[in-house]
Each structure stands twice: as structure tokens, then as C-alpha cells.
């Protein structure tokens, strides 16, 4: 299992599920953007759990300039992730595992914080996913 083809994948359901602002790959070396709300997907482990299933931790992390964003647009754009991640299974999230392949064998959406770090909004919602 690879954490970067992982993260990309969840890029492309992400995108495929409607969400309109910049997606990035956590392990992409692009710079966040400075002028807007940007959703970064980050996988930092994948876990061998026994025979072919993994376990994924997911983080989806929506950053945003506090003081060049509104909050409307950076609350929509939270709310357009919970959305995207709530309907995994049927708005192009769980396809895309599928087309990159990897099989969903089962979901659990985690802790969510909130903060405002280095003059950006930052939400964090974390998710574990088990992959055969």
C-alpha cells in the first residue's frame, strides 16, 4: 500500500464529489495556496492489520488565509468536506478508491478540531479507513 497513490486517489474523489476549491495531496510539493481556502488530504500512515487488510489514517485538512477569506466561504468549504466524507460511499469517494485500486472494506470519521495557526483558519477532521 502506498500512502502518496492513497492520498491522490482521495484527491480525485474529493474533486469528484463537488468540491470546488484547490485539492491537494499531502505529500505534494505544491504550496498551499495564500489567497483562499485549499483542502489538503494527507495520509500519514497505512497499517497492515492482518491477511490483505490495511488500516489508513486520513486526515482532511481545510486551511485558509484568517484574514483574506471570509468566514462564510471558509466555513462552505468545511462543510463541503463533512459533506464529501459523509456521502463516501455513494458521491465518487469510494469510486475512486476503486479506480486506483484499492478496496473499501470499511469507514470511521474520527475527531474534528478547529484553530487558527500562523494567521490561517485550519479544521482537521480525521477518518480511518480499512482497505483490502
Known sequence: MNNSALEQALVNGLIAAGVT???QAGSSADQIANEGPTVIVSVPEIQ????PLHRATVHWIVSAPAYQTTE???????E???TAVAGFATNGLASSLADS???LAGLHVG???EQIEDGRWVN???MTLGLN
Do not use: E, K, Q
Open 111 to 113: 475527531d474534528s478540531s
Open 21 to 23: 476549491v484547490p485539492v
Open 80 to 82: 463541503a468536506v463533512r
Open 101 to 103: 485500486g484499492f478496496g
Open 48 to 51: 497492515h492489520v492482518v491477511g
Open 124 to 126: 482537521s477532521l480525521s
Open 72 to 78: 462564510t466561504l471558509y466555513r462552505a468549504t468545511v
